[in-house]
């Protein structure tokens, strides 16, 4: 028997050894917290590579690279039996020991793969069925590119979808939040209307008990003509000055009430149309950005500027657009504590 028989038959022997054993049984998940399960990687690597070289002619490969094969083999072999005949009561420091057989094992196997791996490319190269398998792959591999170009269109698609619905979400939030504030508008203006028909009502009263009041002085000095001095006379027409006063300024301060909560209420509501109709300006114009801003610079002019109503004689001048929309460019520049 020549050399290279004698070394293809420790390599198949050594192979069919590793490949016969099972490897559950290297996981001893009897030593507890101490086992090896979590080199089952290693366990099932070395399985795989034995069985290559067991079914495979391995008449092709130099002998010192078999050599080498089977040297490492029987290393990890070794390695193996101290697995299984590892004991916690077989030394004093059993994790020092399960740390040095971990070391050894992984040593030998990863010299085990600098070996396998051209023996490995050798073998699969000279397989019958290796131009089979390429095209398979090569098949496989353009169907994955196809797969995952449909995919990233798909995602595409998604995405642009998702893009759509995230502004059509903002644009409705907007709506909304237009909505509310009309609402609060809304309901500002018609608190100011009911005050303010109060306070008319109010300045109808003073007013027409002001106008009682002197009717009924003047009657009853009409009918009871009266002789008074000096000094008399001017302490009865400085009470009734001071008698009529009362009502006329009570007259005057409803008055005054009245035609404030009426401004209140042209404001209010004059806001309330302009938001009511902001959303509408800016549908219509959803594409030109200019319309957009025009129609934003009024209705902010409308909302934060003083309206001239006309129930207040002296109103304060309104604050220019350019002053306005400086303060809402400045806001998000402000400087956080």
């Given at each position: 028997?020549?050399?290279?028989?004698?070394?293809?038959?420790?390599?198949?022997?050594?192979?069919?050894?590793?490949?016969?054993?099972?490897?559950?049984?290297?996981?001893?998940?009897?030593?507890?917290?101490?086992?090896?399960?979590?080199?089952?990687?290693?366990?099932?690597?070395?399985?795989?590579?034995?069985?290559?070289?067991?079914?495979n002619?391995?008449?092709?490969?130099?002998?010192?690279?078999?050599?080498?094969?089977?040297?490492?083999?029987?290393?990890i072999?070794?390695e193996?039996?101290?697995?299984?005949?590892?004991?916690?009561?077989?030394?004093?420091?059993?994790?020092?020991?399960?740390?040095?057989?971990?070391?050894?094992?992984?040593?030998?196997?990863?010299?085990?793969?600098?070996?396998?791996?051209?023996?490995?490319?050798?073998?699969?190269?000279?397989?019958?069925?290796?131009?089979?398998?390429?095209?398979?792959?090569?098949?496989?591999?353009?169907?994955?590119?196809?797969?995952?170009?449909?995919?990233?269109?798909?995602?595409?698609?998604?995405?642009?979808?998702?893009?759509?619905?995230?502004q059509?979400?903002?644009?409705?939030?907007?709506?909304?939040?237009?909505?509310?504030?009309?609402?609060?508008?809304?309901?500002?203006?018609?608190?100011?209307?009911?005050?303010?028909?109060?306070?008319?009502?109010?300045?109808?009263g003073?007013?027409?008990?002001?106008?009682?009041?002197?009717?009924?002085?003047?009657?009853?000095?009409?009918?009871?003509?009266?002789?008074?001095?000096?000094?008399?006379?001017?302490?009865?027409?400085?009470?009734?000055?001071?008698?009529?006063?009362?009502?006329?300024?009570?007259?005057?301060?409803?008055?005054?009430?009245?035609?404030?909560?009426?401004?209140?209420?042209?404001?209010?509501?004059?806001?309330?149309n302009?938001?009511?109709?902001?959303?509408?300006?800016?549908?219509?114009?959803?594409?030109?950005?200019a319309?957009?801003?025009?129609?934003?610079?009024?209705?902010?002019?409308?909302?934060?500027?003083?309206?001239?109503?006309?129930?207040?004689?002296?109103?304060?001048?309104?604050?220019?657009?350019?002053?306005?929309?400086e303060?809402?460019?400045?806001?998000?520049?402000?400087?956080?504590?």
């Amino acid at each position: 028997m020549s050399t290279s028989q004698k070394i293809n038959e420790k390599v198949h022997s050594i192979s069919k050894t590793i490949a016969d054993l099972d490897i559950a049984k290297l996981f001893r998940m009897d030593l507890s917290e101490l086992n090896f399960e979590e080199y089952q990687g290693i366990f099932s690597s070395v399985k795989s590579i034995a069985t290559l070289l067991l079914t495979n002619d391995l008449s092709v490969i130099p002998d010192d690279i078999l050599s080498n094969c089977h040297s490492q083999l029987s290393e990890i072999h070794r390695e193996y039996q101290a697995i299984l005949g590892f004991s916690l009561k077989s030394t004093a420091n059993p994790n020092n020991q399960r740390n040095g057989v971990i070391n050894n094992l992984k040593q030998r196997y990863n010299a085990l793969c600098i070996t396998i791996a051209p023996v490995a490319a050798l073998l699969s190269f000279l397989d019958p069925d290796f131009s089979d398998k390429l095209t398979k792959t090569k098949s496989q591999y353009d169907q994955f590119l196809k797969t995952a170009t449909e995919w990233t269109e798909v995602i595409k698609m998604h995405s642009s979808n998702a893009e759509m619905i995230l502004q059509n979400m903002k644009l409705s939030a907007g709506k909304i939040g237009v909505s509310a504030h009309s609402t609060l508008f809304a309901e500002e203006a018609k608190n100011c209307s009911n005050a303010s028909f109060r306070w008319l009502w109010a300045t109808f009263g003073c007013a027409v008990v002001t106008l009682i009041a002197i009717a009924l002085i003047g009657f009853y000095f009409c009918k009871n003509p009266q002789t008074f001095n000096t000094p008399q006379a001017i302490q009865i027409n400085i009470l009734i000055l001071m008698f009529i006063s009362i009502f006329y300024y009570a007259t005057v301060w409803c008055g005054k009430n009245y035609r404030s909560n009426r401004h209140n209420y042209v404001v209010n509501k004059h806001r309330q149309n302009a938001l009511n109709t902001f959303e509408t300006f800016v549908d219509s114009a959803s594409k030109d950005e200019a319309t957009k801003n025009a129609v934003l610079l009024q209705t902010t002019q409308c909302i934060f500027s003083l309206a001239h109503s006309g129930f207040i004689s002296q109103d304060a001048e309104s604050s220019s657009p350019s002053q306005i929309l400086e303060i809402v460019r400045n806001l998000p520049n402000k400087p956080t504590n």
